[in-house]
């Protein structure tokens, strides 16, 4: 009690206006980083004059975040600190070393079970619901009248008669068919399975001989001229696509064995919070909020988060959109990577000394990119302390050149975002932090400074910080794209 009344006596003294002059201050202080301070003034100058900028707290925020990272890389250069030491660069690249461990565990349990052989190859090739197919297409459009049709016909059955009369089929689909998909290609299909491709085209396919064409096939698209080609003109391309088949139903068969042996199950509130989450990773990645349990462990909002930030900021925005059924299936496959890295450090399976030149050279070559926009090169920051500046202050005139820059004129300001993984590594070595008084202080500083008339829209547009592929997220060898002009879909 004495304590609160001596407190209180403190602030008497004070003075009312001491107290609001202190908490004025605090409000003014958007962000601090490393020793540097962003006030709330400063960001709305830099916003009120360029009226696109739309004004609302999220974009406020998104521009704090963005000098904070900045700040912090500037000072790490200034400081002589070259975060080019192998732990920082693995860490700053954990998007990509965890695909290429992924990749090597995919390689050695899954892929090493889908080799086939020439037998197999030979068999499928000749029987069964696999074909490769090249077509030719003569696009009708389909509220043409019955003469176009014919037309369109007569020229189908000339191009036959080209091929039949020794014209190679190949070139004649890059000059004249009408798929841009295929034709590019040689008119190839690649590796098609029964079922995708519409009836009338499927049942032309399926009733060719290995070496036989088609006559003109009508579809929804126009007429189509098959060609099945022998097994040896394309026994390579047909022996890798097969093999990408049967490791897509190895992956199935395997993800549905990781979800009956470890008993994954999402908590019903999940969805709900990784919604939330993908609009405030910050928060999220303090989070230890239970999303999924399995045998032996658990998924955090914190795990959560970081999968989420290797993903590019579209898919968070899909995120918030999605269903709620789409995200508990979000939710398992990011616990099933877990479980495959897990499995591959178990086997001892690790990345590379290839895998891990590419990231250093790559990282390295966007690092002097980074530092050279914003003028923190170590030649720069020579050139500042010769003006009589220090490191540390020179650094700091140079972020808040380049970030007055990106957000004033653009156009000769390329812009960039600190790869999300490095300015996490970034921002567990320095003291930064973001004032939501001051943010929303920098907001209604702009609204003074633009008027009434200040617009409210959607949310900044920035480029994507550089990162590696999420995991799963590329096809694997062997596997084709879905077909084009004749499948059920559409063009």
């Known amino acids: 009690m004495l304590r609160r009344f001596a407190l209180l006596s403190i602030f008497a003294l004070a003075g009312c206006s001491g107290l609001r002059d202190a908490m004025t201050a605090h409000q003014d202080v958007v962000a601090r980083a490393a020793g540097q301070e962003l006030t709330a003034t400063q960001l709305a100058q830099l916003i009120a004059p360029v009226k696109q900028i739309p004004l609302n707290r999220t974009v406020v925020d998104r521009l704090a975040d963005l000098w904070v990272d900045y700040q912090l890389l500037a000072q790490a250069a200034a400081r002589g600190d070259s975060l080019t030491d192998s732990a920082t ?9 965890m695909q290429r461990l992924v990749d090597h565990f995919h390689d050695s349990v899954i892929v090493r079970r889908a080799k086939v052989t020439d037998r197999q190859v030979d068999s499928a090739y000749n029987v069964g619901d696999l074909r490769w197919l090249d077509h030719i297409l003569v696009r009708v459009a389909q509220d043409t009248t019955a003469a176009i049709q014919t037309a369109k016909r007569h020229v189908a059955e000339g191009y036959l008669a080209q091929l039949k009369g020794g014209a190679n089929f190949g070139r004649l689909a890059q ?27 499927e049942d032309a396919a399926w009733g060719l001989k290995p070496g036989q064409i088609s006559d003109a096939v009508r579809s929804p698209w126009g007429y189509h001229i098959i060609w099945r080609p022998t097994l040896a003109q394309v026994h390579d391309s047909f022996a890798a696509g097969l093999q990408g088949v049967l490791v897509q139903r190895i992956d199935s068969v395997y993800a549905d064995s990781v979800n009956r042996e470890t008993g994954i199950k999402v908590r019903g509130s999940a969805p709900a919070a990784i919604r939330a989450a993908a609009q405030n990773l910050r928060d999220a990645k303090t989070s ?6 399995y045998r032996g462990g658990k998924l955090t909002m914190r795990d959560f988060a970081r999968w989420l930030e290797a993903f ?68 720069s ?32 300001h390329p812009f960039f975002e600190v790869p999300p993984f490095l300015a996490d590594l970034l921002r567990g070595r320095s003291a930064w932090s973001i004032s939501p008084a001051g943010v929303d202080r920098a907001v209604e500083k702009v609204t003074e400074l633009r008027g009434p008339a200040t617009p409210s829209g959607g949310a900044m547009q920035v480029m994507p910080a550089p990162s590696g592929p999420p995991i799963g997220a590329q096809p694997r060898p062997g596997q084709q794209p879905a077909a084009p002009a004749p499948s059920k879909r559409g063009k």
Do not use: C
């Open 175 to 201: 000059q004249k068919s009408d798929d841009p998909g295929s034709a590019k290609s040689g008119g190839s299909l690649g590796l098609v399975t029964r079922g995708t491709l519409v009836k009338s085209f």
């Open 89 to 97: 660069i693995m860490a700053a690249n954990w998007p990509i070393v």
């Open 288 to 293: 230890g909020r239970v999303l999924a349990t």
């Open 381 to 412: 920051l020579s050139a500042g302390t010769a003006a009589g500046r220090g490191r540390t202050e020179a650094a700091a005139h140079r972020v808040d050149e380049y970030f007055a820059g990106i957000i004033s004129a653009p156009a000769t």
């Open 312 to 379: 590019p900021t579209q898919t968070r925005s899909a995120v918030s959109q999605a269903p709620d059924s789409t995200l508990l299936q979000f939710v398992r496959s990011i616990v099933r990577n877990e479980l495959m890295i897990q499995a591959a450090r178990t086997m001892g399976i690790t990345i590379t000394a290839a895998d891990r030149d590419t990231i250093r050279r790559m990282y390295r070559q966007d690092l002097t990119t980074m530092e050279a926009h914003l003028g923190v090169s170590p030649e």
